[in-house]
């Protein structure tokens, strides 16, 4: 801005300068009209001049920042509004937390989503879908096979080698054969063989027997019978319901013995409350096993000594769904504990009144 300024100043010069010699030279000619053009020109360029000196300094007054006193002024001024700023939201929030202390929430009037579990969602036990029963063989040599695996005077080697004849022909014979071996045969590496054999087959038809194995005394044959049962690709919740509800109470009470010798009925309890649907009915069909066996002491051990809550409730409720009356008693002897909660004794009692309404 210097710059264009002097240039300025030094045109206007020249400009009067120049003038001025003419008006010497020509003096003598010129009249009193050139004297004040001349005049007049030099007033202009001053004009000029101081025009763009206070244009400039404007400029100048609008882009410069503030002075130091001026911020140095204007910090106090911000701090405060910032802490009014701050002061203002501390309020607005302790007068949203006192007017939520005042209203109820809305969260006290949504639904328990305990509710929706599978095993408050069933109100009856579930049909075993229907399966397609092996064929039955009249072979010669299955035939062979079975009397000689029936005969005790037959050697253990021979019975081995028929055994593994009726692994070979997958029928239904072969089924009825080898579970004769599972329950009644006096060895046990037989009935270990017996075991494999069934397992080898992966069909519904053999869930059974190999479940019986798993109550075997023999701690030999109960790992291999466990270890099988849980090879087998079959929907296991039918193959519960399918025991579960036989006609054959003998049978029933085997394979719910069963499940308490293997260990199964400790860990089902815990899968009652899985909101997996395919785990917990298979839990409830266990469970219903149990109850209709008769082996209704870990059913009452655990309604009394779990320490969650919400197991308690399912197995009450599967109490109501399966609703057989030889777990009534037992309900009865728990209302009579002392160590029974309140709240624990008003389900048990609601539990006893819907079996009663089920049974009659």
């Not at 009249?31 to 400039?56: E, P, R």
């Not at 008769?294 to 599967?318: G, M, S």
């Amino acid at each position: 801005m210097h710059k264009k300024l002097t240039l300025a100043i030094c045109f206007s010069l020249i400009f009067a300068s120049e003038a001025y010699s003419q008006v010497l030279q020509v003096q003598e000619s010129l009249s009193v009209w050139w004297y004040l053009l001349v005049f007049l020109l030099i007033l202009g360029a001053v004009g000029s001049l101081i025009w763009v000196l206070t244009l400039k300094a404007d400029e100048r007054k609008i882009n410069l920042p503030p002075n130091r006193q001026e911020l140095k002024n204007s910090r106090p001024k911000a701090k405060e509004n910032i802490k009014a700023q701050v002061r203002e939201i501390k309020f607005s929030e302790e007068n949203a937390k006192a007017e939520g202390a005042r209203k109820p929430s809305l969260n006290t009037f949504q639904l328990d989503p305990t509710k929706f579990l599978p095993v408050f969602l069933l109100g009856k036990l579930p049909e075993p879908a229907p399966f397609v029963p092996l064929p039955v063989s009249n072979d010669e040599g299955l035939l062979s096979a079975v009397e000689q695996i029936q005969s005790e005077e037959e050697d253990e080697e021979a019975r081995t080698l028929a055994i593994k004849i009726l692994a070979a022909m997958r029928t239904r014979n072969s089924v009825e054969a080898l579970t004769r071996v599972i329950l009644h045969d006096y060895s046990e590496d037989m009935k270990i063989e017996a075991v494999q054999a069934l397992a080898s087959f992966n069909h519904e038809s053999v869930f059974e027997p190999i479940l019986l194995a798993c109550g075997d005394k023999s701690k030999r044959v109960k790992a291999s019978a466990i270890q099988a049962l849980s090879k087998l690709n079959l929907d296991r919740t039918d193959a519960w319901l399918r025991i579960a509800g036989s006609n054959d109470e003998e049978k029933v009470r085997l394979a719910a013995r069963a499940v308490v010798e293997s260990g199964f009925a400790d860990r089902v309890f815990d899968r009652l409350i899985n909101a997996e649907r395919r785990s917990a009915l298979e839990a409830i069909a266990i469970l219903a096993l149990l109850i209709r066996g008769e082996e209704t002491t870990i059913i009452f051990r655990h309604l009394l000594e779990d320490e969650n809550p919400l197991v308690k409730k399912a197995i009450l409720h599967v109490l109501k769904v399966v609703g057989n009356r030889n777990v009534i008693n037992g309900l009865y002897m728990l209302l009579e504990k002392e160590d029974v909660p309140d709240d624990l004794k008003k389900q048990i009692d609601e539990t006893i009144e819907a079996i009663g309404f089920v049974v009659e």
